[in-house]
């Protein structure tokens, strides 16, 4: 299996394990099991998004290990808020390279295919989930910023929830951002999906487009 292979293969496994994280983060409200499998899927998640960008993965890989040995260390080993606080930003810090990383790629490709689609999806799906996180350690951080049920079993998951639904604007109104810093924070995420969306667009409209071109 060659290198493009494994790229390819990277972009539907960082897929499947996104969809899977968001999933169970709803299915599962058991406190140690949901820890567990939040792990497991978080780890895949790393890992898969390193090896989805095609140049410098490497060092991306050796970042997604030290990521996730940090955050192991902070969940069941040393419970302490100021290193859950660093390994949530240190997290958040690794997507948002990923997602920068998957832009470029969509903008160098020459042709709109399944995997420049993949990478597409993938982009705005880490981004969801870098709010996300961010909205969770915001909440913990200071209390009541949002109109959360306060049960911090269900915590993530009502993260989750609310991030997604910032990113693409609908805006149901059973969640509300409480604190300055969290309608802040809720503003940034919700103009960043629609930018990414836009943008992203764009680029695979024009690519479309040019490509139609040239087979004529």
């Known amino acids: 299996m060659n290198r493009n292979s494994n790229w390819a293969y990277s972009n539907v496994i960082l897929l499947i394990s996104i969809v899977l994280l968001i999933s169970t983060s709803f299915l599962i409200h058991t406190g140690l099991l949901k820890q567990i499998v939040t792990s497991i899927f978080f780890a895949m998640i790393l890992l898969s998004a390193s090896c989805s ?6 060092r991306l890989v050796y970042f997604a290990i030290g990521v996730i040995v940090l955050r192991e260390i902070s969940i ?17 810090l690794f997507f948002l390279i990923i997602v920068i990383r998957l832009i470029h790629q969509v903008a160098h490709s020459k042709h709109v295919s399944r995997d420049v689609i993949l990478e597409s999806i993938n982009g705005y799906l880490l981004m969801g989930l870098s709010g996300s996180i961010l909205f969770a350690l915001l909440e913990r951080l200071q209390e009541h910023s949002f109109t959360f049920s306060g049960s911090p079993d269900h915590l993530f998951s009502e993260a989750i929830y609310f991030g997604f639904i910032t990113q693409t604007t609908i805006g149901f109104g059973d969640i509300l951002p409480v604190s300055d810093l969290a309608r802040l924070l809720t503003v940034i995420i919700g103009v960043t999906g629609q930018l990414y969306i836009a943008i992203i667009i764009a680029m695979l409209v024009g690519k479309y487009l040019s490509q139609k071109g040239n087979n004529h």
């Open 53 to 58: 960008i095609k140049r410098g993965s490497t």
């Open 76 to 92: 069941f080993l040393i419970r302490n808020e100021y290193l859950d606080s660093v390994v949530t930003i240190t997290n958040v």
